[in-house]
């Protein structure tokens, strides 16, 4: 078990972290993201309600 620690902490030593800008930029890039698919997925649902009341 203490093996394996060690090693975690060997390997943890040669992660490269992301800077705060590159995170700042990510997140940016997932919001705007996830508001567009809303967006998209929210004007398909009412085209379909609309499709779906029309011809029932």
């Given at each position: 078990?203490?093996?394996f620690?060690k090693?975690?902490v ?11 800008k ?16 809303a ?18």
């Amino acid at each position: 078990m203490v093996k394996f620690f060690k090693s975690v902490v060997e390997e943890m030593k040669l992660v490269t972290w992301p800077t705060a800008k590159q995170n700042r930029h990510d997140t940016a890039i997932v919001i705007v993201s996830s508001i567009l698919f809303a967006a998209y997925l929210g004007l398909l649902d009412l085209l379909f309600t609309n499709v779906t009341q029309i011809v029932m």
